[in-house]
């Protein structure tokens, strides 16, 4: 089984529609972030949380939100979606060892807001 | 965090090694060389990454230059799944911040 899940892995919605994106994982790590890659870009940060308590904005925050519901568990919501949220979005997950906090990224989404 | 510049694209014949440069000439002294790849909009996969000493684990070898700057990956025998846009990413450990993705290397297994 795969240590970091995203759901759905495709979804076709329409502009100002509410989306909720999860990510589930079992590699026992605190740290959670979201990314979204659009096509020939690298990776933009959206939204990162260390622990349950803490939540914290990346790069491109605005239009998106999260819910840390446990340990395990990393939301993000699009409240009211536009054609430009149309992208792959990554979970990823990590941990602290040996003074290194490797990040280890899920499957993806892919979304598509018509 | 460091700059890194990658050949944008390579191939390989199919069981040789290929060898994916990286120079990283402004890379500060906690800053680690980590490698990802990614296969066809599927999500990042870490592959290695070190501070100063090589490094080897069952997918690669990471060769770091004693100046530290300028590394190799190598992937000692190629097969056609090995296919995929390797990145090269230098990054201070344990910061919790992102890693940043830049275009990386387009390696082509061929045949």
């Known amino acids: 089984d795969a240590d970091v899940t995203q759901t759905p892995r495709n979804r076709i919605t329409k502009t100002g529609k509410r989306i909720m994106l999860e990510c589930s994982q079992t590699?026992?790590?605190?740290?959670m972030y979201w990314y979204r890659q659009d096509p020939g870009l690298g990776l933009r940060l959206i939204y990162y949380s260390f622990d349950v308590k803490d939540i914290n904005k990346g790069e491109i925050s605005d239009g998106y939100s999260v819910s840390r519901q446990a340990q395990a568990k990393f939301s993000l919501s699009l409240e009211s979606a536009i054609p430009n949220q149309t992208a792959l979005y990554f979970c990823?997950?990590?941990?602290?060892?040996?003074?290194?906090?490797?990040?280890?990224f899920g499957p993806g989404t892919r979304l598509t807001v018509l | 965090d460091a700059k890194t510049t990658q050949p944008p694209s390579m191939d390989c014949a199919e069981g040789r090694a290929a060898n994916l440069p990286c120079n990283h000439s402004t890379i500060s002294g906690n800053e680690y060389v980590y490698w990802y790849r990614q296969i066809h909009s599927q999500g990042p996969q870490y592959i290695i990454h070190?501070?100063?000493n090589n490094e080897t684990n069952e997918m690669a070898s990471l060769i770091i230059t004693e100046d530290r700057k300028s590394s190799t990956l190598i992937l000692p025998h190629a097969t056609l799944r090995d296919t995929a846009v390797y990145y090269c990413?230098?990054?201070?450990?344990?910061?919790?911040?992102?890693?940043?993705f830049g275009t990386g290397t387009s390696l082509t297994v061929i045949p």
């Open positions: 990823a997950t990590s941990g602290v060892d040996k003074r290194t906090d490797t990040q280890y």
């Open positions: 990413i230098v990054r201070v450990g344990d910061t919790g911040n992102q890693f940043y």
């Open positions: 070190g501070l100063k």
């Open positions: 590699k026992g790590h605190d740290r």
